[in-house]
C-alpha cells in the first residue's frame, strides 16, 4: 500500500506544469488583455469659495476665532435656544436671584491655539425658530451688554479633558453670568410655562470670544444649560432655591463662522473670482473653500480598444508640516445635474478619503466614477473635493478644520504631487 501511494505521487508530480505557465493555453491568443498603469494625467486643480453653509443641523456650536497665515481669521459664534422646565416647583412670590451660571459642554474638539480666551456671552435680540434654516452668514442682532461678571470673562478652555463617550463625565466651561439676567429670566411667571411665549420673551444667547489668535472650541448643545440660583423667606429662615433652563428638542441653535482672508493668499477669493493655482490649494470646513479637481485629461483613453478600468485612484497630499492639524475627513462629489452635487459611486470605498495623517495624504478609490465617465454615463468632468471635519470621531459634524494640499504642479517628482493613477486593460 505504502509503495502504492509512493508510485502515485511520483506520477502526479511528473504531470505537474511549471507554475509560470498556469493560465496559458486557456485564452486565444487573439483576445489577450493588455494592462498597463499610467499617472501621467494633466490634472488642474481650483481652489473655490463656499458662500455659506447650513449650521443648525449640527449637535454642536463652535465659539473662538483663530488666524491661519494661509488661510487668514475664522471668526465663529454660537447661537442657542434655552427652555423652562414644565416640571419644576412655582417659584415663591418674592425671590432674590443671588447667582446665574451658564454651563457649556465641552466636545473633545478645539482648533488652534489653546490661550486663555475672552468670552461674551450677549442677548440675543431678535427671534429664531426651529422650523427656519440658519447659515454660517447669518449673523443675528444682539444686545451690547457682556452677560459675564466683570473679571470672569478670561477662560482657559478644557477641551482636551472632554470625553468622546456618551457614557463618559461631561466637562463643562462654566461662565457666571449677572444676577440681573437671572432675575429677568424669572420675571414672567405667565413664560416660564409655555415655550412658544418664552422664546419671544426671551429669544437665546450669543456666545462669543474677542480673542483673536485663540481657538475655536465646541461645544454640545443638548448638555449645555443655564441654572437661577436664588434665595427667599420661608418657614422663618432664609431658602436656598434653584431654575434651570435647559436645550431641548424644541430649541433652535447654530454656529455664525466668518472667514476673513485679508493678508493671506485667499485674499482675492470671492464667489466669482476662484483661484487656479497647480502648486497649491486650499481646502477649509464651516462654509470656508472647496477644491475643483479638472480630470477632462483622461477621457483620451476612450481611445483604447474596449478598455476596462481596473482601479483609478486619486492621490492628493497635504502640507503636514502646519501648526494647525489638517482635515480629518474629506469626501469628493460631482454635478449630476444643473446645480445638483452628488458623491460619487465609489463612496463606500473611500469614506473621508481614507486620510493617512502620517504619510501625508488623501486617497479616493473613484474606479466606477472613471469608468462611467469614460462611458459617458457621467458627462462633469470635475470632481470636488468638500471638507466633512469630524468632531469627537465622528462624521456629518461641524467643524473649521483646514487642510493646505499639493496641487498636480507642487514637485517636479510627481508622487509628491495630487494625481490620478489608473490601472486598465484593454
Not at 489577450?32 to 453653509?53: G, I, M, Y
Not at 441653535?253 to 487656479?276: F, M, N
Not at 460631482?334 to 460619487?344: N, S
Request: proline share 4%; hydrophobic share 35%.
Amino acid at each position: 500500500m505504502g509503495l502504492f501511494l509512493v508510485c502515485c505521487s511520483l506520477l502526479l508530480a511528473a504531470c505537474k506544469r511549471p507554475d509560470e505557465s498556469l493560465g496559458e493555453g486557456i485564452q486565444p491568443e487573439g483576445d489577450k488583455l493588455f494592462v498597463a498603469v499610467t499617472d501621467s494625467f494633466q490634472l488642474e486643480t481650483t481652489t473655490e469659495r463656499v458662500d455659506s453653509l447650513r449650521t443648525d443641523l449640527f449637535a454642536n456650536i463652535l465659539v473662538g476665532n483663530y488666524v491661519d497665515e494661509d488661510f487668514g481669521a475664522v471668526k465663529c459664534r454660537g447661537v442657542m435656544q434655552f427652555a423652562p422646565d414644565a416640571s419644576a416647583d412655582t417659584l415663591p412670590e418674592t425671590f432674590e436671584v443671588f447667582a446665574v451660571d451658564l454651563k457649556l459642554a465641552y466636545q473633545p474638539e478645539a482648533y488652534g491655539n489653546n490661550a486663555p480666551m475672552y468670552f461674551q456671552v450677549q442677548r440675543l435680540t431678535q427671534s429664531i425658530y426651529l422650523d427656519s434654516a440658519y447659515y454660517t452668514n447669518d449673523l443675528p442682532s444682539r444686545d451690547t451688554e457682556n452677560l459675564i461678571l466683570s473679571g470672569r470673562e478670561t477662560q482657559v478652555t478644557r477641551s482636551e479633558y472632554a470625553s468622546a463617550l456618551s457614557s463618559g463625565s461631561t466637562e463643562y466651561l462654566s461662565l457666571p453670568l449677572k444676577p440681573t439676567f437671572g432675575q429677568f429670566l424669572l420675571a414672567s411667571d405667565t413664560a416660564l410655562t409655555d415655550f412658544d411665549a418664552f422664546s419671544e420673551y426671551f429669544n437665546g444667547l450669543v456666545l462669543s470670544s474677542t480673542t483673536m489668535d485663540g481657538r475655536v472650541v465646541s461645544f454640545a448643545t443638548i448638555n449645555s444649560f443655564i441654572t437661577v440660583y436664588y434665595r427667599y423667606q420661608g418657614d422663618n429662615r432664609m431658602n436656598i432655591g434653584s431654575y434651570t433652563f435647559k436645550y431641548t428638542s424644541s430649541c433652535e441653535a447654530y454656529s455664525v463662522i466668518e472667514h476673513q482672508r485679508y493678508g493671506s493668499p485667499l485674499q482675492s477669493l470671492t464667489t466669482l473670482t476662484p483661484l487656479l493655482n497647480n502648486e497649491s490649494a486650499y481646502l477649509q470646513g464651516g462654509g470656508g473653500t472647496r477644491v475643483r479637481v479638472n480630470l477632462e485629461d483622461a477621457l483620451w483613453m476612450r481611445e483604447l480598444p474596449d478598455v476596462i478600468i481596473n482601479k483609478a485612484e486619486l492621490v492628493v497630499p497635504f502640507d503636514a508640516e502646519t501648526k494647525f492639524a489638517a482635515l480629518d475627513s474629506v469626501n469628493v462629489v460631482y454635478e449630476k445635474t444643473d446645480g445638483q452635487f452628488a458623491l460619487t459611486a465609489d463612496y463606500g470605498r473611500n469614506a473621508g478619503g481614507n486620510f493617512r495623517k502620517a504619510e501625508g495624504y488623501y486617497r479616493f478609490n473613484i474606479t466606477t466614477h472613471i469608468q462611467s465617465l469614460l462611458a459617458g454615463e457621467v458627462t462633469a468632468t470635475d470632481l470636488l473635493m468638500v471638507a466633512t471635519p469630524r468632531v469627537a470621531g465622528l462624521y456629518n459634524t461641524l467643524g473649521t478644520r483646514r487642510t493646505l494640499l499639493r496641487g498636480p504642479a507642487f514637485n517636479n517628482d510627481r508622487t509628491l504631487n495630487t494625481r490620478l493613477v489608473i490601472t486598465y486593460s484593454y
